[in-house]
């Protein structure tokens, strides 16, 4: 069975601080990593995706793919009381146009 | 952008009834789309994969025959629930990719069915 697994959470950070969402995944022929974020009762929407190892950067969000050791993360810089949400890791696998989901984070950001 | 509609957003109907869902992509053609169900404090659940003109896979443990899926057109989707039942109670949500977006898909804003 393939996995992607994250953190339980929930996590909680203060306005302004950095949230660091973590990701792993089980099928090392994974290519194309997506963080989206879904607001209670509503549809998820797309934050970025990241396909090579490293940083890529969008705003205040950074995603970091690490391939060898199976982990994607998500960064928010810069927390707004807007960021909290449940965010959701997904990945497809090469060859594949399937996405299978993680359980989800529920962060909130305290004003 | 790419927009993905699905009506209605929220239907209730009696155990037994059948509840037909429709996806639609407003300004693009969709040759793929994905039906997803997410149960309460849980993931998305993949049910099945529809192309424009073919029969839709489905995903292991989803039944079709409960769960029938048509995608005439390249804008269109249809998931009928038939003979509902209370587990059946859920959040189903379209997705569409399309030609030029092979990477990504486009995700309507959810059906919420509640089953009585």
């Known amino acids: 069975q393939k996995e992607v697994e994250q953190n339980s959470g929930p996590l909680s950070v203060p306005e302004g601080a950095i949230a660091s969402l973590n990701c792993t995944y089980s099928?090392?022929?994974?290519?194309?990593f997506f963080w989206y974020r879904q607001y209670s009762g509503k549809s998820p929407e797309l934050i970025m995706f990241?396909?090579?190892?490293g940083d890529k950067e969008d705003g205040r969000f950074t995603a970091q793919l690490n391939k060898a050791s199976q982990y994607v993360s998500l960064l928010i810089r810069d927390s707004q009381p807007s960021d909290s949400a449940t965010y959701l890791c997904?990945?497809?696998?090469?060859?594949?146009?399937?996405?299978?989901f993680g359980k989800g984070m529920k962060l909130t950001v305290n004003p | 952008g790419a927009v993905v509609s699905q009506h209605p957003s929220r239907v209730i109907c009696k155990s037994g009834t059948s509840v037909k869902i429709e996806c639609r992509s407003l300004?693009?053609?969709?040759?793929?789309m994905f039906w997803y169900r997410q149960f309460p404090k849980q993931s998305l659940m993949l049910m099945a994969t529809?192309?424009?003109?073919?029969?839709?896979?489905?995903e292991q443990g989803v039944e079709k025959d409960k769960f029938l899926i048509n995608h005439a057109s390249l804008t269109l989707s249809t998931l009928t629930v038939t003979s509902a039942h209370p587990e059946d109670s859920s959040f189903y949500i379209c997705?569409?990719?399309?030609?030029?977006?092979?990477?990504?898909?486009?995700f309507g804003p959810g059906t919420r069915l509640t089953v009585l």
């Open positions: 997705s569409a990719r399309g030609l030029t977006s092979l990477n990504e898909q486009f």
């Open positions: 099928d090392r022929g994974s290519q194309s």
């Open positions: 997904a990945v497809k696998q090469g060859g594949s146009e399937k996405l299978v």
């Open positions: 529809s192309n424009e003109g073919s029969k839709a896979t489905y």
């Open positions: 990241i396909y090579s190892n």
């Open positions: 300004d693009f053609q969709a040759t793929t």
